[in-house]
């Protein structure tokens, strides 16, 4: 029985870990045991029962297309970014905000102007925390 | 043995009517397919996990281990709603294709 197992082994060798890959494994592996116990008690010999069950398993293509194709954009992962890009953006904006208010009491104390620039800036962050928010 | 291409596009069709008679495990629907057909059509089984884990996915069924069987725990396959209606939709469309494809081959000499 152990010759099943390795080649099962074998198949899954370029498959990316996974708790999902561990249990097609284990279920490939289960079924493929009782089926070649069933060829034993069919009349076959133990050697022409794992061999006939092995070609019958087939090409692992398949499988492998079902498991590796969603690795990218763990959607919890995506979330971090997003949060990150909103924060970046809240202290980019204040720091910006901030220099237009220095700059505006230090040489024109006369004339209030910074609140149109302050408008113009806000739109980033705002725009960064409906980003965040569709997602969650 | 029949070429497979054509069978394949309802591989899930195949497999969901085996699923609503009652819950199977994996070798057992390969076992009822190859009986059913009288061996003219043999469902590789990676094929067959494949197509499980499509129709997980897509919540056409749904999965649960079952009793201890000589040494392992077998995980058996149950249809859900949504796969009994798409199982539904599925045989309706293959009616209507059934017909269309006899229009043309029905009558060849």
Known sequence: MSKIKDHVEDLFKSIPDSEEKQLIKQEILENLEEKVADLITQGKEEEDAINKAIVDLGDIGEIEKELGVKQPGHPEKKRKTKLLDLAFSVWGSALIIALFVFINFYYTPDVIWFVYPTFAVLWWPLAMYYRWLRLK | ?109
Not at chain 2, 53 to 71: F, N, P, T, V, W
Not at chain 2, 75 to 90: P, S
């Open chain 2, 1 to 109: 043995m029949i070429r497979s291409d054509i069978i394949r596009g309802h591989l899930e069709s195949i497999i969901l009517r085996l699923i609503i008679e009652k819950d199977r495990y994996g070798y057992e629907i390969s076992k009822e397919i190859s009986l059913r057909t009288n061996n003219r059509f043999q469902i590789k089984e990676a094929t067959l996990y494949a197509v499980f884990q499509r129709l997980e996915k897509k919540e056409l069924i749904a999965s649960y281990i079952g009793d201890i069987s000589h040494g392992g725990r077998r995980k058996y396959y149950t249809i859900t709603t949504l796969g009994k209606a798409y199982l539904k939709e599925t045989r309706k469309e293959w009616q209507e294709t059934k017909e269309i494809i006899d229009l043309f081959m029905e009558g060849l000499e």
